[in-house]
């Protein structure tokens, strides 16, 4: 009897310690587990991926078009003709020209009339404007204008003409010259010489 006794007195003990150990433990997240700390968390072996910054992100190479490059220049020497400060000859020099086209090449031509490499001589053609120069089945028309103060008397002019056809039919391509007057084929640039349309190379 005491024995009963005995166990039912440990009995009761053991489930007062329970309940006090039970109650004694506190709760969060209203009865959810606890979450353990993220250092002790498992490995998933899911990769984080870092967050992009300024520094790690690299500009996109610039994709725009190349500029057109504009074409190399071409340079020939050519012989350029001007006359003596007393307009009693026809003197030749030595004139370096540059270009890029056809065109151009016969409008440097014809700007080395307009100059000298001396300054005692007279480029004949040094006021007289050049409007437009363009070359058609071998024949180069060349359009002038000439002011009150270019023009010359009849030995001037005539090398005028003669230095102009000098010059130009330097160039194989050009078979004969046609010079105007203001888009006017004119009998005579400056009223002494007459004036062919075209001049044919000799």
């Known amino acids: 009897m005491k024995t009963k006794k005995w166990w039912g007195l440990a009995a009761i003990v053991l489930s007062i310690s329970l309940v006090t150990a039970c109650g004694a433990k506190p709760t969060t997240n209203a009865g959810q587990p606890e979450a353990p700390p993220a250092e002790m968390q498992p490995d998933n072996g899911a990769v984080q991926e870092p967050e992009p910054s300024d520094s790690n992100q690299q500009q996109e190479p610039n994709k725009e078009e190349p500029a057109n490059q504009e074409p190399e220049k071409q340079e020939q020497s050519i012989t350029a003709y001007v006359s003596d400060s007393d307009l009693m000859e026809l003197k030749s020099y030595t004139a370096k020209i540059q270009f890029t086209d056809d065109e151009e090449k016969y409008r440097e031509a014809l700007k080395a009339l307009q100059a000298s490499d001396n300054p005692e001589?007279?480029?004949?053609?040094?006021?007289?404007?050049?409007?437009?120069?363009?070359?058609?089945?071998?024949?180069l028309t060349v359009d002038i204008h000439i002011p009150d103060d270019a023009r010359?008397?009849?030995?001037?002019?005539?090398f005028a003409i003669e230095a102009l056809t000098k010059t130009l039919f330097q160039f194989d391509e050009i078979k004969a010259i046609d010079v105007l007057v203001d888009g006017q084929a004119a009998e005579s640039m400056m009223g002494h010489v007459t004036l062919e349309h075209p001049i044919h190379r000799e």
């Not at 004949?124 to 409007?131: A, Q």
């Not at 010359?152 to 005539?158: D, R, V």
């Open 121 to 139: 001589d007279t480029p004949l053609w040094k006021k007289i404007e050049f409007k437009s120069v363009k070359l058609s089945d071998g024949t």
């Open 152 to 158: 010359l008397g009849a030995g001037g002019e005539a």
